[in-house]
């Protein structure tokens, strides 16, 4: 059972930015670029709320590509409904939305001088939020999904089977079955979705079939990673797909005695950065924001972050250059011995 004073809060700021929202035309709601379940459920979420309670229709917009293989199958099945920001007129919409990202912080695709009215998010607030509408940003909370649940019951939305799959896989994958971050409020979240959920749908999204390459990409992983200390390094190089790194980051946090991951790999002129850690001490965001400090953007939470660092040459001597940089720069930002490092597996 929900804490009444948490959907107090929630009914309070919903209703609110309900009643602001209503009659203003058109909305857009932008996710962060590469959207993961997390993003692609707030957004469905707030979409679904919106249409409830006001009878206006929103258009959710994302960045990049859905390249993993179960948010392929997640938008399949569960019939999510996007269109690629590149190529949108701005102009037109009225309200402009953002979940699980905020302005100007690097992951996401809307241009720096877009204004943005409404921003719910579960990272920790940034400054460029100071001049939008709306502000919902719960950095104790495991999932945006969660925070968008909580709209919905506070405001007695019905929420239909193929929603409640979303919002559940979501914060299934977001917080690794209440395994890494999560809050009561995520515990009570997935609890009450449960039972709601398509467990049909969910045993698919799981278990997607995957092309030979993404097995190519853990082979990559293996053999390039090298491990400094506690600390686990890997690089993909050319990558087709900017989850994979992540996806691969989340893998080789399982080697024994590593307890930090940093991943990175090259897509479309930027060098993509995931980082994963298993110590709660380690402030993952924070971490990864000095690391690239200077060459790019980067944000996340205590044990979990990632980065982009722009105009990055395709060129392999280019790569492996900034590799040794944010090497460098993490092992002093972790007080770790700098060293040549000890390859995961001999050939």
Request: aromatic share 6%; charged share 20%.
């Amino acid at each position: 059972m929900f804490e009444q004073s948490t959907l107090q809060r929630s009914r309070e700021f919903s209703s609110q930015f309900i009643e602001w929202l209503r009659g203003k035309g058109t909305v857009l709601i932008v996710t962060h670029d590469h959207p993961d379940p997390d993003s692609l459920a707030a957004a469905m979420a707030l979409k679904h709320l919106i249409l409830v309670k006001t009878g206006q229709k929103a258009t959710v917009a994302y960045g990049g590509v859905v390249g993993r293989g179960e948010n392929k199958v997640m938008v399949e099945k569960l019939e999510i409904e996007l269109v690629p920001l590149e190529g949108l007129d701005l102009q037109q919409y009225e309200v402009v939305c953002m979940v699980d990202t905020q302005p100007q912080v690097g992951n996401n695709s809307l241009p720096a001088d877009c204004r943005v009215d409404l921003v719910i998010d579960h990272h920790p607030l940034r400054e460029s939020c100071r001049d939008c509408c709306w502000v919902d940003v719960r950095d104790d909370y495991g999932a945006s999904a969660t925070i968008l649940l909580e709209y919905l019951l506070a405001q007695e939305i019905n929420i239909c089977t193929k929603l409640a799959t979303i919002l559940f896989y979501a914060i299934k994958s977001e917080t690794q079955d209440l395994g890494r971050e999560w809050s009561p409020a995520d515990r009570l979240a997935y609890l009450h979705l449960l039972p709601l959920s398509n467990n049909r749908i969910l045993f698919d999204i799981t278990h997607p079939e995957v092309p030979r390459e993404y097995f190519a990409a853990f082979s990559l992983a293996i053999c390039n990673a090298r491990i400094f200390s506690d600390v686990l390094v890997f690089n993909l190089y050319e990558i087709d797909n900017p989850d994979i790194v992540a996806e691969m980051a989340d893998f080789l946090l399982r080697v024994d005695q590593v307890k930090i991951v940093l991943g990175m790999g090259h897509y479309q002129n930027s060098e993509i950065l995931s980082f994963r850690t298993l110590l709660a001490d380690i402030r993952a965001g924070q971490v990864m924001q000095q690391v690239v400090a200077g060459l790019g953007t980067a944000g996340g939470h205590g044990m979990i972050a990632g980065g982009q660092i722009r105009a990055v040459g395709k060129e392999r001597a280019a790569q492996i250059d900034l590799e040794e940089t944010l090497i460098e720069r993490l092992l002093h930002c972790l007080k770790r011995p700098v060293s040549p490092g000890q390859p995961l597996v001999v050939p």
